[in-house]
Every structure is written in C-alpha cells, then in structure tokens.
C-alpha cells in the first residue's frame, strides 16, 4: 500500500522564473522580460508605447490599448533577466536534485531561446543545445525530463506582430516550436505538458492580447478581473486548446509512447454557507475553471459554456477542423497546479476568479504571509473531484508554500513551516491514492530551488527546498545552500512518501 512504485517524487520550475540568461545564446525577448517587478502592496507592470511615442503601463495580468506594443525601459528591474540563474547553474542544479534523489524534473522551455522571435522560420541551434545538455544531465541521473512546452511564454514580436493569441497564426507557429520539440528529444523526453494553468491565461502577458478594456487578465493575485472583454480572452485560448490538441496529433505520431499532459490552476472552491445560493455559486464557479479542461479530457465544449458565452455576449469562432482535432486528440494526463482552496460568497460573488483564487476569507484555515489560505484536505478533495469528473490519470505538478525564509547565523534555513505545509499535502494526496483509488502520476512541489515570484515578481517569496542568495532587487552570490526541507525532503521520496516525520 501507500504510493505505488514509480510513483514520480520531483519539483518543478518554469523558465521565465528560473532560467534568466535573457540575452544569452541567441535568446529573443519575451513578454515575461517586460515585466517590473513588484509585492504584494505594488503589483508587477508592463510599460508600452505608441507609434506617436505616447507611453503608459499596465498592471502585468491585463492587456495593452490596442494599437501598442510592449516595451523595455531602462531603469527598471526586470527579475527575468536573471531570475536564479539556472542557465549559468543548471549542473549545480541538477546535482542537487538528484541528491535529493528526484524521479522527475518539470522545466519549461523558453520559447524565444529557441525560436527568438516566434516566427522564425527556423530555430536558433544554441537554444536548442543548451537543453540537450539539461536533458542529457538529467538522464544522466535517471530523472525523467517533464517538459513543460508552454509556461507564461509569450514571445514579444508574436504579441506585438500578431495580437498574440487572438490570431490562428500563432497555433502554426507553436506547432512548429513543439515539432522541433518532439522530433529532437523523441527518444529523451516522454511527459510533455502542452500548455500551463490554461484555465488562468489572460492579457498581454500570456496571451499577448491587446484590448480596448485593458482590465482583462485575472492572472495574478492581484489581477482585477472583468467580464466585459471575456470572449476575447476565450477566442484566444480557444486557439490554444486547438494548438494543442494538434500538437497531440504531431506527437504521437512521432513517439506513440509519449505521454502528453495539459495543465490547470485548480484551487478549490466552497460555497461560504449551506444558502443554495451559495452553493450553486461555488458550483458554478468551479465548472468555469474546468470548461478548458473539459474540452482537453473529454474533446469538447461543455454545455455550460454557451451558458458562458450567451453572458458574454460572445459567439465562439470555430474553423473547420478544430471540433475534429478537439475531439480525436484529448489530452493522456491532467496535471494540475494546487496551492490553496478559496471561498464562494453570495454576497461578494466577483471576489472569486476563474482559477479559484481570491474569494471570501475561510475563518477555518491559516493562511500563508502572502494570504493564500493552507488547505491540505483541499487537495484530496481536488484530487477526487478531477478524477471522478475525467477519470484521467492525475499530475500533482505544482505545490508549495511561498514563505520568508530566514538564513541563520550558522547559515542553516530551519523552514519548518514549509516542511510543515508538504507533509500535510502529502498525507491527503496519500490518502487519496490509498482509500479513494485516485490514480496519480507524481507530484512536483513548486519553486524546489528558489525562483522569482509570478504573481508578485519577489525574490523573498520563496518556495524552494534549495535557497538561492538573492534579494528582490537581483543583488546576492546566487550560492544555493540546502535548507532543512532539502534533507526532509530526500527521506520522503527514499522511503516512497512512507516516513513524513
Ligand atoms: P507565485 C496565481 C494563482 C495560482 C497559480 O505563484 C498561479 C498564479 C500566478 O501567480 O501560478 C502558478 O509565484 C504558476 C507559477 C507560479 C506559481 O503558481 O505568484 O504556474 O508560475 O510561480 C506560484 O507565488
């Protein structure tokens, strides 16, 4: 009993907060590299700028005016660029992992390393060799590359040239990315993630979208969400799930053996009381986050979306050929990102966001310094919930405490409350493999070694079980020094989740 053998013990990054070497071997500029940073009282901007010159900023979960495009301005910090500096300490990094004795390593791969403006017609070879060289250390180990294909990646020439995802080019040109994807690291990589959190993508940042209603996105926690410009958002992301539902097709005819995952941001949902009302809300709220997820695992729009539509006034722009492509080629996983669940409260109903985030405070639960509320049994609950709605196999592939690390004297970082928060979830996911037959493929903790912060862009929200010296600003030695989660962490997966003390 308990989890089952193989089962994937890992951790998992994303370029744009780990990487950096922005402008190293060949790389071209991502919307991510545009992006200030921030905290929690001061959110993340984008600055812009006309023809004429006029400029002007956005937080980073909304979308440009129409008839802008985004731009780098000197004098600001940009976290990206350096982030924690993966590129330069990927061997490190990768020793690392493996002493903590990873099965499973989830990276993304920056898009514009490869293809550094999004439509090249052919991808830069230096891009493409650094990863070889992260996969073949990574094998060299026996961890499994999980690569995510698509993270919060939006090159700036295919945002500015095209309005992003709004137009049907770009699902060629991100097929022709994952094809050179596919073909080269066929007999190296087998789970691939096509697309992150495609349930939370919006605005400029992730979909490269201009707008006349610039209060679009609801990406971070600080993101203002509207409806108003929803359908654009929904236009986009529908050629997302059609991209990726081609780049299923593409890779299995390639490599019949890959496994092939889309992923969600799935908080959990609860009704605020037992009113009906409530309780329909909270319902009704947590279809909306799985309506995309519906069409990767069951190949097709739900009923309710046009429900969704009709509110919107939105009339979904369908091509000939994307029901069929939706429909023959769903997704083999579901892997999700889970953090924290969230409340539905009749009475202040916009308080709660697509993914689940925000919402109504839970006076049952604790909550993180950046007031995420701790959830363990939410997880099982999720967990159950996915799995009894698509009865895929499962992919816990982010999950994590952001928290303020303190360095002692001695320089050990004693990070019991992260430990804390892990074991926790691990209990609940346990049992939920254990007693409820849930069928899950791993579990990859979020930030393993400390990265940049998407929602906030802080150095000092930190998740890792691997410090990284470095404060919001960019400045510090980038050394890593395990913290105590380092070693509890290696027991965990030595014993197959059996020993949590
Ligand atoms: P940070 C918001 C809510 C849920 C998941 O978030 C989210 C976000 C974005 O902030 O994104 C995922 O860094 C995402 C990661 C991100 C992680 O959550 O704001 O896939 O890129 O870092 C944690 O604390």
């Known amino acids: 009993m308990g989890f089952p053998e193989g089962f994937l013990w890992g951790g998992a990054t994303a370029a744009n907060q780990f990487e950096g070497g922005f402008k190293e071997g060949g790389r071209g500029l991502a919307v991510s590299d545009i992006i200030t940073d921030g905290n929690q009282e001061s959110p993340r901007r984008i600055f812009y700028e006309f023809d004429d010159g006029k400029q002007g900023s956005i937080r980073c979960g909304e979308c440009i005016p129409i008839g802008a495009h985004g731009v780098l301005k000197e004098d600001y910090y940009y976290p990206s660029h350096k982030a924690t500096d993966f590129y330069h300490h990927y061997k490190e990094d990768i020793a690392l992992m493996a002493e903590m004795g990873f099965k499973v390593y989830r990276f993304s791969l920056s898009w514009t390393r490869i293809f550094p403006n999004g439509d090249d017609e052919t991808p830069n070879e230096e891009g493409l060799k650094f990863y070889d060289n992260v996969i073949d250390e990574l094998l060299k180990y026996g961890i499994e590359p999980l690569v995510t294909i698509l993270h919060f990646d939006m090159p700036l020439n295919l945002a500015n040239k095209y309005n992003g995802w709004e137009s049907r080019k770009l699902i060629d040109f991100?097929?022709?990315?994952?094809?050179?994807?596919?073909?080269?690291?066929?007999?190296?990589?087998?789970?691939?993630?096509?697309?992150?959190?495609?349930?939370?993508?919006?605005?400029?940042?992730?979909?490269?979208?201009?707008?006349?209603?610039?209060?679009?996105?609801?990406?971070?926690?600080?993101?203002?969400?509207?409806?108003?410009?929803?359908?654009?958002?929904?236009?986009?992301?529908?050629?997302?799930?059609?991209?990726?539902?081609?780049?299923?097709?593409?890779?299995?005819?390639?490599?019949?053996?890959?496994?092939?995952?889309?992923?969600?941001?799935?908080?959990?949902?609860?009704?605020?009381?037992?009113?009906?009302?409530?309780?329909?809300?909270?319902?009704?709220?947590?279809?909306?986050?799985?309506?995309?997820?519906?069409?990767?695992?069951?190949?097709?729009?739900p009923n309710y979306a046009q429900t969704i539509f009709n509110e919107y006034d939105f009339q979904l722009k369908m091509e000939p050929g994307d029901e069929e492509i939706l429909k023959e080629h769903p997704t083999d996983f579901l892997a999700f990102s889970y953090y924290r669940t969230t409340v539905f409260d009749r009475n202040s109903p916009n308080t709660t966001t697509t993914g689940g985030q925000q919402g109504a405070p839970n006076p049952y639960l604790e909550k993180t310094p950046w007031g995420w509320p701790i959830d363990p049994e939410g997880l099982r609950f999720v967990l159950n919930e996915l799995y009894d709605r698509y009865q895929k196999p499962l992919f816990i592939v982010e999950n994590g405490m952001g928290n303020i690390d303190d360095v002692e004297e001695d320089g050990s970082i004693n990070d019991d409350d992260r430990i804390d928060y892990l074991k926790r979830h691990i209990e609940e996911m346990k049992k939920a493999v254990e007693i409820d037959h849930v069928d899950l493929l791993g579990y990859t903790p979020w930030g393993c070694i400390d990265l940049v912060s998407a929602g906030t862009g802080e150095m000092k929200k930190r998740y890792g079980l691997v410090y990284v010296d470095m404060d919001d600003k960019g400045n510090g030695t980038l050394k890593r020094s395990k913290k105590k989660s380092f070693y509890w962490y290696k027991n965990v997966i030595k014993t197959n989740g059996e020993e949590l003390d």
């Open 174 to 301: 991100y097929l022709r990315y994952a094809e050179v994807l596919f073909k080269r690291w066929r007999d190296k990589v087998k789970y691939w993630v096509t697309v992150n959190e495609i349930n939370v993508l919006g605005g400029y940042w992730t979909l490269g979208l201009a707008s006349n209603n610039r209060l679009e996105g609801n990406h971070s926690n600080q993101g203002e969400t509207s409806f108003k410009d929803a359908g654009g958002k929904i236009q986009a992301i529908h050629h997302l799930l059609v991209a990726s539902a081609y780049a299923n097709k593409m890779a299995r005819e390639i490599n019949p053996n890959f496994k092939l995952g889309c992923m969600l941001a799935l908080s959990g949902i609860y009704p605020a009381t037992c009113h009906p009302k409530d309780v329909f809300g909270a319902y009704d709220f947590r279809r909306r986050a799985l309506m995309f997820s519906d069409v990767v695992c069951r190949g097709a729009y």
